[in-house]
């Protein structure tokens, strides 16, 4: 089975320090692992993503991930927030293999929240 | 590139009434889209993925003769909530893959649904 878990439902950091958002997976498989942003009323936006490629991902607006088979994480960081950063972000799995249909598995979300 | 667009960004229905909501990739063609039903502060609950020209394959506990899907074209997808009920409004997310095998889901805006 696959399962997402984000720990933390809340994150708040001043501006200008370092953000960490927490993701941890399980797949029987190798898997693809994406990060996506979602403001107020609007849809998902990529991030990043991991295809097995180099672990160490750079994505959108400074943002990067490193992918840690060992510890079964993708954590998102960015090293200085800025106010536009508060949204919610989702960790997503897209188990590896052609079984799946393409089917992302979510986390339940972080909401960071910027303080000036 | 790798645009999708979501009609209407926000609808208003009675109880019993049915509504449409209609989900296009822009540039690009989707052999696979997925909707999704959003509640507050909550993650995305896949409702169904849609093949074009084939029926959609249903999450467990989603009913389809409510929820119906449709993927005549492969740049087009329409959710149709039928006989809508307060308990159906929610923010529905259609996201499209492309036709070549990437990993990545492209999202919609979204459209909330709002059944008084």
């Known amino acids: 089975a696959q399962s997402v878990t984000q720990l933390g439902s809340h994150v708040s950091v001043s501006e200008g320090a370092l953000v960490l958002l927490r993701c941890n997976y399980s797949?029987?498989?190798?898997?693809?692992l994406f990060w996506y942003v979602q403001y107020p009323n609007q849809g998902l936006q990529l991030l990043l993503k991991?295809?097995?490629?180099?672990?160490l991902v750079k994505g959108i607006n400074g943002f990067e991930a490193e992918f840690k088979k060992s510890e079964t994480s993708f954590h998102l960081t960015k090293p200085s927030a800025h106010m536009s950063d508060a949204a919610e972000y989702f960790c997503?799995?897209?188990?590896?293999?052609?079984?799946?249909?393409?089917?992302?598995?979510f986390g339940r979300g972080t909401q960071l929240t910027v303080w000036p | 590139g790798a645009v999708v667009s979501q009609h209407p960004s926000r609808v208003i229905c009675k109880s019993g009434t049915s509504v449409k909501i209609e989900c296009r990739s822009l540039d690009f063609q989707a052999t696979t889209m997925f909707w999704y039903r959003q509640f507050p502060k909550q993650s995305l609950m896949l409702m169904a993925t849609s093949n074009e020209g084939s029926k959609a394959t249903y999450e467990q506990g989603v009913e389809k003769d409510k929820f119906l899907i449709n993927h005549a074209s492969l740049t087009l997808s329409t959710l149709t909530v039928t006989s809508a009920h307060p308990e159906d409004s929610s923010f529905y997310i259609c996201s499209a893959s492309r036709a070549g095998g990437s990993y990545e889901q492209y999202f919609g805006p979204g459209t909330r649904l709002t059944v008084t």
């Open positions: 991991y295809t097995s490629a180099a672990t």
């Open positions: 997503a799995v897209r188990p590896g293999g052609g079984s799946t249909l393409g089917r992302l598995y």
């Open positions: 797949s029987s498989v190798p898997p693809y």
